[in-house]
């Protein structure tokens, strides 16, 4: 990956390269920010989840200096950027989450324009759209116009133009929303590379799975506000000492479950749908009492399930959101989380 | 180096893929002929007062030629985001918008000796002051961009950027002394005229071609000069205010 982006650049050590502090922005009556506060250490791939309207584009645009925001500082790499965003705009590369090249230049012309906006001179130019056009598999395609790229096609373009000039900061707005399986995979891959190769990302998602896999610190972001921000690592550990166990159990109600609750004291048992109790436990929960349990009761068990904790239990636990908001969106678009 | 790199660069880039189209090049010549046509045909008169119409048939070339572009080269790119691209890169806006508006500037210059070539097929010229001439058209060129410009970036749909530049552009050519005189215009009227560039930029053109000029140069060049750099920082302004959200 030394190709896509230059690891020989210097990291001030410790100093986040991206301090955000209060940060609001409305729009009218719509309060798009409300005073949100994080940093981003130089390498990390920080991670902005949230659903639909949370504020994520926006602060973006913000950070990027196409937008303004009513209050708040922001320093990027030591630099005041929140009167004059262009003090930074040379070290960062921005993926919009809508194409913004010129549909009626070529693929190459595309790069060749974007890599001139900062000042490279022609012959690195062209040798760097080349090398990007490989690297997306796009070389064919970069002879053709961009109007004419599908869907997959105008997001690896869109990114590669956002990493030109070998930026050190890279901000990515749901770069595998609505496109397809293996595109997305690709992409995920490529952000894990240049996450490797030292690149600072900031990478909006309302997909929690990308987001989990991918990212060394989280926020969640609902309404303008985070409402939770760490690292993957401590968001999962208040679950860490927590047991699961879902039974599948015919006919299962409130009734049985209080018994099994009787019966079995130190843990918490539900009835989480139909058919389907759920136990909650400090400690590891056995089986085969359970099941020795309901036989007792003519109740025969058709299925037993430890879900594994993922983000998602995190989620709805602070934001007290249900999941499928998030979910929904990812159903209509193709792409999906995986 | 690194800005002159992006300068040129978004220069080039216009100039293929919105002037040297075939449409605006054929757009360049029809339209003077059209103008010239137009005025020997409700005039009367022969080729005697090719003189007098030239300075107005080139002034209206270089209005309509520019400010047509704008609503292109910035309205429409600002529509469908390209235009986000430049406002992200780090070019000062500044540099950027005279980049963006360089090649509208060069279209009007050009716009305005494809007149000039006609007239001289038609006429002597050889009394013509061409050094007032040159830099007047380099004036009116910059301010009627400037103009386009600061109608660009003052709406966000592009049929409103054509709508609105109607809107100052038709009654320039009456008001701005183009093919009459401002003197004769209703007494009422004149301020008007006196507020537009144009009518600074033509009195020039009538001077340098046929000695009928009404202000005194540095007066005209001082005033346009004026206009071009104070619309050009009002657009930068509304850049700032409008888009930059
Ligand atoms: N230019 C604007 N004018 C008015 N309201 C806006 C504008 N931009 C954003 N908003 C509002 O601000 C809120 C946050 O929008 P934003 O685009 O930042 O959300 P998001 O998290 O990026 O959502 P999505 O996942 O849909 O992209 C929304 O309520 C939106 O309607
Ligand atoms: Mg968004």
Redesign the pocket.
């Known amino acids: 990956m030394t190709a896509i982006t230059d690891s020989n650049q210097p990291v001030t050590p410790k100093a986040p390269i991206i301090l955000v502090e209060g940060l609001a ?1 409305s ?2 009556k ?4 409300n005073g949100i506060s994080f940093q981003v250490q130089p390498g990390e791939l920080f991670g ?1 989840l ?12 913000i950070l990027t200096g196409l ?1 303004r925001a009513d209050a708040g500082t922001i320093r990027i790499d030591g630099q005041d950027c929140t009167r004059n965003p262009k003090a930074a705009q040379h070290l960062i590369g921005i993926v919009p ?1 809508e194409s913004n090249l010129y549909a009626e230049l070529t693929g190459f012309d595309n790069l060749c324009f974007c890599a001139a906006l900062y000042g490279m001179p022609k012959a690195e130019r062209v040798d760097r759209a080349h090398e990007l056009l490989k690297f997306f598999g796009l070389t064919e395609a970069g002879r053709r116009k961009f109007g004419g790229y599908s869907k997959g096609m105008k997001r690896k373009l869109t990114i590669a133009a956002g990493l030109i000039h070998r930026p050190r900061i890279l901000f990515l ?2 770069p595998t ?1 609505g496109i397809d399986v293996a595109s997305a995979r690709q992409i995920r891959q490529l952000i894990q590379d240049l996450h490797g190769s030292g690149t600072t990302i900031f990478l ?1 998602t ?1 997909y929690i799975e990308e987001a989990e896999r991918l990212c060394d610190r989280i926020a969640f ?1 609902v309404d ?1 506000q985070i409402v939770l921000e760490d690292s993957v690592p401590h968001l999962l550990q208040p679950l860490q000492n927590k047991h699961v166990l879902l039974l599948y159990v015919l006919g299962a109600d409130q009734q049985l479950a209080s018994q099994m609750a009787e019966a079995f004291p130190g843990g918490q048992v539900e009835v989480a749908a139909k058919d389907q109790l759920r136990l909650e436990a400090e400690t590891p929960i056995p089986l085969a009492p359970l099941v020795n349990f309901l036989a007792g009761r003519g109740r025969e068990v058709t299925e037993a399930r430890r879900p594994s904790h993922t983000l998602e239990d995190v989620f709805v636990r602070v934001t007290g959101l249900q999941v499928d908001m998030l979910k929904k ?1 990812k159903e209509k678009s193709t792409g999906g989380g995986q | 180096m690194k800005h002159w790199i992006a300068f040129w660069n978004i220069l080039l880039k216009d100039l293929r893929a919105y002037y040297l189209k075939p449409p605006n090049i054929s757009w360049g010549l029809i339209f003077p002929l059209a103008w010239t046509g137009m005025f020997f045909i409700r005039s009367g008169s022969g080729l005697e007062s090719t003189l007098s119409i030239l300075p107005g048939v080139m002034a209206v070339s270089i209005l309509f030629g520019t400010t047509s572009m704008l609503s292109v080269t910035v309205t429409f790119e600002k529509r469908n985001r390209s235009f986000d691209r430049l406002l992200l890169s780090p070019i000062p806006l500044w540099l950027l918008m005279l980049a963006k508006t360089s090649g509208a500037i060069l279209f009007g210059i050009l716009n305005a000796f494809v007149p000039v070539v006609m007239a001289a097929l038609l006429t002597d010229l050889s009394a013509v002051n061409w050094s007032l001439v040159v830099p007047a058209v380099i004036l009116i060129s910059l301010a009627s961009t400037f103009l386009g410009l600061f109608i660009a970036v003052s709406v966000s749909e592009v049929f409103e950027a054509q709508t609105f530049s109607n809107f100052f552009r038709f009654p320039m050519i009456f008001l701005c002394g183009l093919f009459m005189p401002v003197a004769s215009l209703p007494v009422y009227l004149q301020p008007l005229s006196y507020l537009l560039p144009l009518t600074y930029g033509v009195d020039i053109l009538h001077g340098a071609i046929r000695g009928q000029n009404h202000l005194a140069y540095p007066l005209s060049f001082g005033l346009i000069f004026l206009f071009c750099i104070s619309l050009f920082l009002l657009s930068l302004r509304n850049i700032y205010r409008k888009w930059i ?1």
């Not at chain 1, 949230?50 to 645009?61: C, D, F, R, V």
């Open positions: 922005k729009f009218g719509v309060t798009a920010l902005f949230g659903p639909n309207g949370a504020g994520k584009t926006t602060a973006i645009n937008a989450d707005d749901e929303t909006t309302h972001i303008g969106e | 959200l």
